[in-house]
């Protein structure tokens, strides 16, 4: 039941529509999650009690946005840049091109956006972090599934491991009795928990003053690429893996049976939401406590977001309608995902940033009244575009920068 478009977008190939409508989910999905990211100090992200108010309705979001979305949504991302690199790597071999090559130089222009959106933009970039990875899984592409799957779910449990070393760490400084302990406990507090108010102050601030100021402050403050590949490098490398070998067998493409989904995203959507409901519960019952928020966000979790993001996978597939409206819409937006990730960095740095200047001013509540806006721009937008150019604007930038030659864009009728 492989489901495929004869649209190619002008390349002259049948197009994945379950490739693409995932995509267009994810990317709609990572916009929600990092709603709070744009607008409120980077501890809010985790913990309502940093930023963005503890009303029972900010309480309600932060507890749906971890149950349903966090995770999950760069999960399925990280799924299908594992399964795009195979795609482009496969086509390279069959054009007789070098796929190494290819890979490499679409890589380094990832990578050169990715500083771009990181420092220039905003701190939150994941592009960058991708063609790292990108270019450490490349060596392993020519592996069968197994294998992919087997090194992806101990690249995750190292991450956990990882992950839970911090943990031990956090937990052994709760009394903050030396100062080694104190600068431990506010280290993680900065990004979990509730900062030092001098901090807080200080990132309010910077990212009032001006567009320079926020600069500096990602400059000095924000996660560059090589931390976050230690830090979060093993969860992501391991999804892409997974996201090869669910390539490999058919998953993403629509070719298992449909009762097989059915019991896969029943399956891992029962553990997944489930686990994550009891974290969230939990979380709120201790009073979001720093181990409790930390535990809950990067140790607990790492199981539960690789399951539940192949859970959500096969729900997709499942409720994709080839030929219907909404499903073309979705679809739409996932091609030119890459436009829309970089789109909604630049819209909403306009609200909260260099434009209308709203940071740290909103409730956590008030800012998910922007999604819908957001995801009506990226579903109205996406298809009229691609019914007259082949690509989205970045996404042939991208093609055009790493072949080393403007790409044809428009269409020709």
Do not use: K
């Amino acid at each position: 039941m492989t489901v495929s478009s004869p649209d190619p977008g002008g390349a002259g190939r049948d197009r994945l529509v379950s490739l693409d409508v995932i995509r267009g989910v994810a990317v709609m999905g990572i916009l929600a999650a990092n709603l709070p990211a744009f607008a409120l100090p980077e501890a809010a992200y985790f913990s309502p009690m940093a930023a963005g108010g503890t009303a029972p309705a900010d309480i309600a979001l932060w507890l749906a946005n971890l149950v349903l979305v966090e995770g999950r949504m760069r999960g399925l991302f990280s799924l299908l840049f594992g399964a795009s690199m195979l795609l482009v790597i496969d086509r390279a071999r069959a054009q007789g091109d070098r796929p190494a090559a290819t890979h490499m130089a679409r890589m380094a222009v990832l990578f050169v956006i990715g500083l771009i959106h990181l420092y220039l933009i905003w701190w939150g970039d994941i592009l960058a972090h991708y063609a790292l990875c990108g270019v450490i899984a490349y060596p392993l592409t020519r592996l069968s599934p197994r294998p992919l799957v087997l090194i992806g779910i101990a690249l995750s449990l190292l991450g956990m491991v990882e992950m839970g070393a911090g943990l031990e760490m956090l937990v052994a400084s709760a009394a903050r009795d030396t100062p080694q302990a104190v600068a431990t406990w506010n280290s993680f507090a900065v990004a979990f928990g509730i900062p030092p108010a001098a901090d807080l102050a200080q990132e309010i601030a910077a990212h009032r003053a001006g567009y320079l100021a926020r600069v500096a402050w990602r400059w000095h403050h924000a996660m560059g690429p090589l931390e976050a590949l230690w830090l979060i490098g093993p969860q992501t490398l391991g999804t892409m893996l997974i996201g090869m070998a669910a390539y490999r067998t058919g998953f993403l493409t629509g070719g298992w049976p449909r009762a097989r989904y059915r019991r896969w995203a029943i399956a891992c959507l029962a553990l997944s939401l489930g686990g994550y409901a009891w974290l969230g519960v939990e979380t709120i019952r201790h009073g979001f406590a720093l181990p409790w928020v930390y535990a809950g966000s990067m140790v607990v979790s790492q199981p539960l977001r690789v399951i539940g993001t192949i859970g959500y996978a096969a729900l997709v597939i499942l409720l994709l309608r080839p030929g219907g409206a909404l499903t073309a819409r979705i679809a739409a937006a996932g091609r030119v995902a890459f436009t829309n990730y970089l789109g909604t960095s630049i819209m909403m740095t306009c609200v909260f940033g260099w434009g209308l200047g709203q940071y740290a001013m909103w409730s956590r509540a008030a800012l998910y009244l922007l999604a819908p806006l957001a995801w009506a721009v990226m579903l109205a937008w996406s298809a009229p575009w691609l019914a007259r150019f082949r690509y989205g604007p970045f996404e042939w930038l991208w093609r055009s920068l790493s072949r080393a030659a403007w790409q044809p864009l428009r269409r020709l009728h």
